[in-house]
């Protein structure tokens, strides 16, 4: 069991850009993370179990979509506040997060944007509350990069759908009670809908051997004739643009979740290279090690004002998707140097599950895949700025 000796680190006084509201939400989170998450989450992975008592911990810190609206079960909080919540539970855990970002952002959200009034009033609630965890199928095996190629279709056949494919890498799939599923209807145009676990002819199948996010379940969504009733379409969308707003959402929040990673293991390794004797002196003392931890707390730190003025941007409906793309692109990237070079300052010891740098950096490099690749992401930054689409 490990004990979990992270301090604050903020060398720009960037909490003075925050509120109070949010200075109390990241103290709970973290109060939560410390408590519930680091003393096992090692063991977990080692394990590649996803521990299902963490969801009733989630609801009760209110990390399953938190900006939506109190009517419906949400906390009505603004962006930054996700943001924050996302960062201090990536500290924790890149999976721990990734269950919370799903939920929130990839589930709650199209049912609430996308969503009829009885959907939202039939779902958003129980979802907040964690009675029920969904799941988001846009990724197809021959389709991950191009979603606009997938081929999972719905038919209209009258009284309800008939839907047909299989979705891969989704998370929360092998628990997961709805699926917000986007498929290809009789004209070609991309719909969303709900499927539910129990109808006839989904399954769940889990992806095992991962290296990556192993506190995480992943799995398919297989679908082989499955009735969807009519009102599970979502009403309010067709086209790609669909699923890809709910990403915006997503992607802002793993933005923010990067930053909690990588202040993990710049702790670690600030603490580690105090500590650590080699020649006579703390390994601190040398330039070297002080070279990667000044570039470390840099780089944190122009990633920390970057996420703060895109969630300034955000809570005034003014962040473009492209802002949401750099910021993903470079506070993942930026995480995942920070975990290889943390990892170094850990000498051998950084390899094992008695420091976190290994399971974060492992985890990272599904991060920096997921939502859009690293070079998705620079050409969605290529395509605004010159207006040449490099993707196809
Ligand atoms: P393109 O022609 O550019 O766009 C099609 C329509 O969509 C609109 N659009 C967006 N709308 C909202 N937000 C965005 N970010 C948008 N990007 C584009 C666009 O305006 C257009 O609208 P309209 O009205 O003209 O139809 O589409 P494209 O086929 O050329 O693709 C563009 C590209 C490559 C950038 C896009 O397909 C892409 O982002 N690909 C990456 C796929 C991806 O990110 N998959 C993620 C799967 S989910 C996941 O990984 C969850 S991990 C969860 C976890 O565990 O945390
Ligand atoms: P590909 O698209 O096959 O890409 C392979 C390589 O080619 C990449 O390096 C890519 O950058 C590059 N490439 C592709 N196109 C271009 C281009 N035009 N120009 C230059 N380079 C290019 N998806 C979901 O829908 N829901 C989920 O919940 C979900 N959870 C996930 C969880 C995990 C752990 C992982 C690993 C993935 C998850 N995904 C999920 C899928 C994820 O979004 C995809 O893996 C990602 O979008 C990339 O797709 P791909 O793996 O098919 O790679």
């Known amino acids: 069991m490990r004990t979990d000796n992270y301090q604050h680190h903020d060398y720009y006084l960037v909490d003075e850009l925050l509120t109070e509201e949010h200075k109390l939400i990241r103290d709970t989170v973290r109060a939560w993370v410390k408590k519930e998450v680091t003393?096992?989450?090692?063991d977990v992975c080692q394990k590649a179990i996803f521990h299902k008592p963490w969801i009733?911990?989630?609801a009760e810190i209110g990390a399953f979509g938190p900006f939506i609206p109190q009517e419906y079960g949400g906390a009505?909080?603004?962006?930054?506040?996700?943001?924050?919540?996302?960062?201090?539970?990536?500290?924790?855990?890149?999976?721990?997060?990734?269950?919370?970002?799903?939920?929130?952002s990839l589930v709650m959200y199209p049912i609430y944007a996308f969503g009829s009034e009885e959907q939202k009033r039939k779902y958003l609630p129980r979802l907040a509350k964690g009675e029920i965890m969904g799941c988001f199928g846009l990724t197809e095996p021959d389709y991950g990069s191009n979603p606009a190629g997938m081929i999972t279709r719905i038919e209209d056949k009258g009284d309800y759908y008939l839907l047909n494919g299989a979705k891969m890498w989704i998370s929360n799939a092998p628990f997961a009670d709805i699926a917000v599923v986007w498929?290809?209807?009789?004209?070609?145009?991309?719909?969303?809908?709900?499927?539910?676990?129990?109808?006839?002819?989904?399954?769940?199948?889990?992806?095992?051997?991962?290296?990556?996010?192993?506190?995480?379940?992943?799995?398919?969504?297989?679908?082989?004739n499955v009735k969807v009733p009519k009102e599970n379409l979502l009403p309010n969308i067709k086209g790609l643009k669909g699923p890809l707003s709910c990403l915006n959402s997503a992607r802002y929040g793993i933005a923010w979740g990067a930053i909690g990673a990588?202040?993990?293991?710049?702790?670690?390794?600030?603490?580690?290279?105090?500590?650590r004797i080699q020649f006579g002196k703390p390994i601190g003392a040398f330039q070297l090690q002080q070279k990667k931890l000044a570039e470390m707390i840099t780089e944190i730190t122009k990633a920390q004002?970057?996420?703060?003025?895109?969630?300034?941007?955000?809570n005034e409906n003014r962040a473009t998707p492209a802002q949401i793309s750099m910021a993903k692109r470079n506070n993942v990237y930026m995480a995942l140097n920070i975990a290889r070079e943390?990892?170094?300052?850990?000498?051998?010891?950084?390899?094992?599950?008695?420091?976190?740098i290994m399971r974060h950096m492992m985890n990272l490099e599904s991060v920096i895949t997921y939502e859009g690749t690293h070079?998705?992401?620079?050409?969605?930054?290529?395509?605004?700025?010159?207006?040449?689409?490099?993707?196809?």
């Open 39 to 42: 003393p096992i989450i090692e």
């Open 56 to 58: 009733k911990g989630l």
């Open 76 to 104: 009505g909080l603004d962006y930054i506040a996700y943001g924050i919540m996302m960062q201090e539970l990536e500290r924790g855990d890149s999976g721990v997060r990734s269950t919370a970002s799903v939920q929130g």
């Open 183 to 224: 498929a290809k209807d009789d004209n070609g145009e991309i719909r969303g809908v709900i499927v539910e676990r129990g109808m006839e002819g989904f399954s769940t199948p889990e992806t095992h051997g991962k290296w990556s996010l192993r506190a995480s379940a992943t799995g398919e969504l297989v679908f082989d």
């Open 262 to 275: 990588a202040l993990d293991c710049y702790d670690s390794a600030l603490r580690y290279s105090k500590e």
């Open 305 to 314: 004002l970057l996420a703060w003025r895109l969630g300034v941007l955000k």
């Open 342 to 356: 943390a990892r170094q300052i850990h000498g051998g010891m950084g390899i094992t599950g008695e420091y976190p």
């Open 375 to 392: 070079d998705i992401h620079l050409l969605i930054t290529g395509l605004d700025i010159t207006g040449f689409n490099a993707f196809n």
